[in-house]
């Protein structure tokens, strides 16, 4: 039978990682790829059996692509350390790497987030597929982006769909959203400025709107109450300022002048 192996992201997720680890000890193999950890991230990992991998962080793209080649087994399972794979996704995994269908290569998993004491029906969060999570070795590539990094599936085959769902805390509190915003927007900044693009304020705030209205209004965020109105506020505020810091980064902005002052 065809064996598998879990890879973690994680970086300072001493408070996530154990129950990340605890989700998938039924793999033959589990990896978490660590960017140099300040807190206990490595330690408590290492005490549940993970091995744990150093990567130097140039990106999420080039972070999942190291991420892929220290993994042993012929299928891959990818889990971050803020989601959790369920008994009845695990039971599903399972049987697929058992049957090994030669058909299908890579597979898209549902995921379900559980936010400010419930969980999201609506907000584009389920069920809020990303990139496939479970695919067969060498099947996924990324490219080398900083963030929302993009991927080509390399097989004839087409990608199935898990009907079971893990699921994810997008974010562990409020504090954790603004953080969120803070470091994704910087980063997504940094991407669009290497694909030569350009900004305006108007253009940020604009962008920023639409984020908002598409979340909450056509995506039914509305309909998750509150927590709803948050995703879809910290969305407006990723977006208003991924674009306002690429305006930046083109403007470089100098500060006046100074002189020396004496008496």
Request: hydrophobic share 40%.
């Amino acid at each position: 039978m065809s064996q598998i192996s879990v890879y973690i992201i994680a970086y300072n997720e001493a408070e996530k990682i154990q129950a990340a680890v605890h989700s998938v000890l039924w793999a033959d193999e589990i990896i978490v790829v660590d960017s140099h950890s300040t807190d206990d991230t490595v330690q408590i990992a290492e005490s549940l059996g993970a091995r744990v991998v150093q990567v130097d962080f140039k990106g999420f793209g080039d972070l999942r692509n190291r991420a892929m080649e220290a993994c042993s087994h012929e299928w891959i399972f990818s889990l971050d350390s803020d989601e959790r794979c369920t008994p009845e996704a695990r039971d599903e995994i399972l049987e697929i790497v058992r049957a090994d269908k030669k058909s299908v290569d890579a597979y898209y998993v549902p995921r379900r987030n559980f936010f400010m004491g419930q969980w999201i029906k609506h907000s584009g969060f389920y069920p809020d597929y990303r990139q496939p999570q479970l695919f067969r070795k060498g099947v996924l590539v990324f490219k080398a982006d900083m963030v929302h990094e993009a991927y080509s599936i390399n097989s004839s085959g087409k990608p199935g769909f898990l009907c079971h769902a893990i699921w994810q805390v997008p974010f562990k509190n409020l504090e954790e959203v603004m953080f969120k915003a803070n470091k994704y927007s910087t980063l997504g900044a940094i991407k669009l400025a290497e694909n030569g693009k350009a900004a305006t304020m108007g253009k940020a705030l604009a962008r920023g709107l639409w984020s908002f209205f598409k979340l909450y209004f056509l995506k039914r965020g509305i309909l998750d109450g509150w927590p709803g109105f948050v995703i879809a506020l910290g969305n407006f505020e990723g977006t208003f300022y991924r674009y306002a810091k690429l305006h930046e980064l083109k403007s470089q902005w100098q500060l006046p002048a100074s002189p020396p002052l004496s008496k």
